[in-house]
């Protein structure tokens, strides 16, 4: 099992920014994905960015469209954190952020319990 642990929302206003951030504990050493997910009121869940790696090889990260450019996803993979740099906020990116964790084959194996972000205009 691994567990994950959101921290860093808030309320801010548009143009602001903020830090999330997701520690993972537990069997750490089965991830190979982690990310971010973020529901709306009234909303279907979305995926917001993604990062993978593996020992052969760097890195990736995937962005949703709509954050693209202003949301930046990066891992201390010796801190088993994992951190959505969000700038540019716009009141549309108020949601609950939810943090994911698995492998390559089951990206979103594990959930965090969510942290609310909330962006007045």
Do not use: H
Request: aromatic share 10%.
């Amino acid at each position: 099992q691994v567990q994950l642990v959101e921290s860093g929302g808030g309320l801010v206003q548009a143009g602001d920014s903020l830090r999330l951030s997701c520690a993972a504990s537990g069997r750490t050493g089965s991830r190979s994905t982690m990310g971010w997910w973020r529901q709306a009121p009234g909303k279907e869940r979305e995926f917001v960015a993604a990062i993978t790696w593996s020992t052969f090889s760097a890195s990736s990260t995937t962005y949703a469209e709509s954050v693209k450019g202003r949301f930046t996803l990066s891992i201390d993979r010796a801190a088993n954190t994992a951190y959505l740099q969000m700038n540019s906020l716009k009141p549309e990116d108020t949601a609950i952020y939810y943090c994911t964790a698995g492998s390559a084959s089951s990206p979103t194996n594990y959930w965090g319990q969510g942290t609310q972000v909330t962006v007045s205009s």
